[in-house]
């Protein structure tokens, strides 16, 4: 038998069956590509609102948005907080979408929960390993981004903290690594992605906005994670990316989302990956 590694719990060693989260319907980490699409932050309820009828039309069934905002510098925008949750509920009735949004401490874990049906757990938090114990405690699905100065051993260590607590459902999100080269925003580990997915039976999403910075790039950065075999993508958009109150320049436009996605279908397609929501999507363009 080959050796255990230190991430037990997360490696398919120990696991040899992918993990699939059930939730609202959607089966993270199957067959069917997970799309996640929304704005970096909740800024208003006619923002949210543009964005939700829009990404729900093109039949993608969750919405990211942050109301609680891990921001580098205290001065900018911070999240509408508890109004910014109580937006996302309002799009999610109306529109019937599902939630993922961040909680950045744990103080803050009981005023998210009954808003959110996935917890995004950010990269600047995948080291926070009280807050990863503690965390893998509640009962609803976990993404954990990548840490941006995380190795692969960190990050799957960083799931292990989660999954000892009690909770296997964790989504891995590779989000874009720090290196010498800072043309990019970050650097997006693709073979990462692939080797996240042999290493763990966990689902392995990608998050090409905070990954290149650069609406031009979210493009190809998505079909490449695709390729390598992601199991979904979360996506920033915006309706009006250039008055954002964070993440601008690297927020698609709403039109620029369903142009791309009949080529997310095609790459999924060619590594044996279904798109449920791509029948919805061609009705929307006819
Ligand atoms: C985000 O998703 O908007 C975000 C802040 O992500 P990260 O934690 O990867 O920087
Ligand atoms: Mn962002």
């Not at 800024?43 to 990211?64: D, H, P």
């Not at 891990?70 to 109580?86: A, D, I, V």
């Not at 490449?224 to 958009?237: F, P, Q």
Request: hydrophobic fraction near 40%; include cysteine; glycine fraction near 8%.
């Amino acid at each position: 038998m080959t050796d255990i590694p230190k991430y037990k719990l997360v490696s398919r060693q120990w696991k040899n069956k992918k993990t699939i989260i059930d939730v609202k319907g959607c089966k993270i980490g199957g067959d069917d590509l997970f799309l996640i699409a929304g704005p970096c932050a909740v800024e208003s309820e006619e923002q949210i609102e543009t964005i939700a009828s829009y990404t729900s039309k093109l039949g993608i069934k969750f919405i990211r948005g942050g109301a609680f905002k891990p921001r580098t510098s205290p001065y900018s925008f911070q999240g509408l907080k508890e109004t910014g949750l109580s937006l996302l509920k309002q799009v999610s009735n109306t529109y019937d979408l599902g939630i993922i949004t961040e909680v950045m401490d744990l103080s803050l874990l009981d005023t998210v929960y009954p808003y959110t049906d996935i917890i995004q757990i950010g990269s600047r938090n995948m080291k926070n390993y009280h807050f990863l114990k503690e965390i893998g405690k509640t009962d609803k699905p976990i993404m954990l981004k990548r840490g941006m100065d995380a190795t692969m051993e960190e990050w799957l260590l960083a799931a292990e903290y989660i999954l000892l607590g009690g909770n296997e459902n964790v989504i891995l999100c590779e989000r874009g690594i720090r290196t010498f080269d800072t043309s990019n925003r970050n650097t997006l580990d693709i073979a990462g992605i692939a080797l996240a997915k042999q290493l763990s039976h966990l689902p392995v999403i990608s998050d090409p906005s905070q990954a290149t910075g650069n609406r031009d790039l979210i493009k190809p950065a998505s079909l490449a994670s695709i390729a390598a075999g992601a199991d979904g993508l979360m996506i920033e958009v915006h309706n009006d990316p250039k008055k954002a109150l964070s993440d601008g320049p690297q927020s698609l436009y709403l039109e620029q989302l369903g142009d791309m996605m009949p080529d997310f279908a095609k790459v999924a397609k060619a590594v044996g990956k279904t798109c449920s929501w791509s029948h919805k999507h061609e009705i929307v363009n006819v």
